[in-house]
T-cell receptor, first 113, second 115 residues
Framework: EPEVTQTPSHQVTQMGQEVILRCVPI?????FYWYRQILGQKVEFLVS????????KSEIFDDQFSVERPDGSNFTLKIRSTKLEDSAMYFC???????????FGSGTRLTVV | AQTVTQSQPEMSVQEAETVTLSCTYD???????LFWYKQPPSRQMILVIR??????QNATENRFSVNFQKAAKSFSLKISDSQLGDAAMYFC????????????FGAGTILRVKS
């Protein structure tokens, strides 16, 4: 069964550093997403991406964040100048057009120290 | 804006018994999707079951079934013959039918299964 692949599975970074989280969505999916889950809390939407541009973003997704699809397969989330409160699980997801569901990756656990 | 409410922070069930997790939502849309996701300790998000609002028939996937009450905006998950592997956090989620729209999640219910 097709999977959404996320790397790395766990990243530790110093406060103020930049991190890039990587995702390979399912190949025939057209919509890509990033979600965040702070430990013990609900899953929060960050951004959706379609046709090489952001289609929607939440208030969490400020200038510190950016997304990119640098080639035909990867979808990345960049966090500039990380803060302690950015520590969370970050999930990538993709969906096909129509009434299809979402497929989530297994997540990247980001720890900012 | 749509909201999803899970009023049970935690539930327990005896192995082989049946448990029902509650979810209510608020929307002005007439057509939409509802989902239940399972998040085990590995924290992976696993789709359990999906319901399309225009379908009156309740969705079923093996031991998992839903009770979808559109007028009441209620979407509960029933787990029959509970197994130890069912222990996890369960999230209810909502999405409009428009392509590419985000999922809106509830706060989650921790399900504990006792042997």
């Amino acid at each position: 069964e097709p999977e959404v692949t996320q790397t790395p599975s766990h990243q530790v970074t110093q406060m103020g550093q930049e991190v890039i989280l990587r995702c390979v969505p399912i190949s025939n999916h057209l919509y890509f997403y990033w979600y965040r889950q702070i430990l013990g809390q609900k899953v929060e939407f960050l951004v959706s991406f379609y046709n090489n541009e952001i289609s929607e973003k939440s208030e969490i997704f400020d200038d510190q964040f950016s997304v990119e699809r640098p080639d035909g397969s990867n979808f990345t989330l960049k966090i500039r100048s990380t803060k302690l409160e950015d520590s969370a699980m970050y999930f990538c997801a993709s969906s096909e057009a129509g009434r299809g569901g979402y497929t989530f990756g297994s997540g990247t656990r980001l720890t900012v120290v | 804006a749509q909201t999803v409410t899970q009023s049970q922070p935690e539930m327990s069930v005896q192995e082989a018994e049946t448990v029902t997790l509650s979810c209510t939502y608020d929307t002005s849309e007439s057509d939409y999707y509802l989902f239940w996701y399972k998040q085990p300790p590995s924290r992976q998000m696993i789709l359990v079951i999906r319901q399309e609002a225009y379908k009156q028939q309740n969705a079923t996937e093996n031991r998992f079934s839903v009770n979808f009450q559109k007028a009441a905006k209620s979407f509960s998950l029933k787990i029959s013959d509970s197994q130890l592997g069912d222990a996890a956090m369960y999230f209810c989620a909502y999405r409009t039918i428009e392509y590419g729209n985000k999922l809106v999640f509830g706060a989650g219910t921790i399900l504990r299964v006792k042997s």
